[in-house]
């Protein structure tokens, strides 16, 4: 199995421009969960799909943060317009839940640099 | 906002002693797990404790779990070179699927 999937790895762009990282879960995976991580805040979850269904965005900082789950085998989260301070790695992870439990399994992260 | 909390924030050991690791957390949970992330890399899952269990081995890694306290550890023995990483608690809450992360501990492993 590949594992989860992320691009870009790396990404710098200016400020004000549009992002948009991408996800493909481990396939047979029915969750799918994006998280952010700065030295400052640790891990933040931003937010979680069960079955394609979005179903926490408490996480979501900003209106500027979008994200969808077309299918079950792709995440996309955008951010328009980016700022600096959205700098961090996001993560993407994808769980096999049954009884609302199970292991997270993550992708190895997208660096995002905003100038 | 963040769970757990984790301590040490890091802890620097000589090759072959144990590490112990803390977690706390806040409200009630369904289950806890534990992570290891390598500089640079994804986490990768090491353990899960259920709400109902109390200690959990695998491998060299021993997890507990309180509770009554609202607190987890996890001792890593022997410790290798190769355990330098840091190591986060996860809890999944009972009212809720989302998993929230701790703060971590940075774990450094002295040849």
């Known amino acids: 199995d590949a594992g989860v999937i992320q691009s870009p790895r790396h990404e710098v762009t200016e400020m004000g421009q549009e992002v948009t990282l991408r996800c493909k879960p481990i396939?047979?995976?029915?969750?799918l969960f994006w998280y952010r991580q700065t030295m400052m805040r640790g891990l933040e979850l931003l937010i979680y799909f069960n079955n394609n269904v979005p179903i926490d965005d408490s996480g979501m900082p900003e209106d500027r943060f979008s994200a969808k789950m077309p299918n079950a085998s792709f995440s996309t989260l955008k951010i328009q317009p980016s700022e600096p301070r959205d700098s961090a790695v996001y993560f993407c992870a994808s769980s096999l839940r049954a009884a609302n439990t199970g292991e997270l399994f993550f992708g190895e992260g997208s660096r995002l640099t905003v100038l | 906002s963040q769970q757990g909390e984790e301590d040490p924030q890091a802890l620097s050991i000589q090759e072959g002693e144990n590490a112990t690791m803390n977690c706390s957390y806040k409200?009630?949970?369904?289950?806890l797990q534990w992570y290891r992330q390598n500089s640079g890399r994804g986490l990768v899952h090491l353990i899960l404790i259920r709400s109902n269990e109390r200690e959990k081995h695998s491998g060299r890694l021993r997890v507990t779990l309180d509770t009554s306290k609202k607190s987890s550890s996890l001792l890593i023995t022997a410790s290798r070179a190769a355990d330098t990483a840091s190591y986060f608690c996860?809890?999944?809450?009972?009212?809720?699927?989302?998993?929230?992360f701790g703060s971590g501990t940075r774990l450094s492993i002295r040849p």
């Open positions: 396939s047979g995976h029915n969750s």
């Open positions: 996860a809890t999944e809450g009972s009212s809720a699927s989302k998993i929230i």
């Open positions: 409200t009630s949970i369904n289950n």
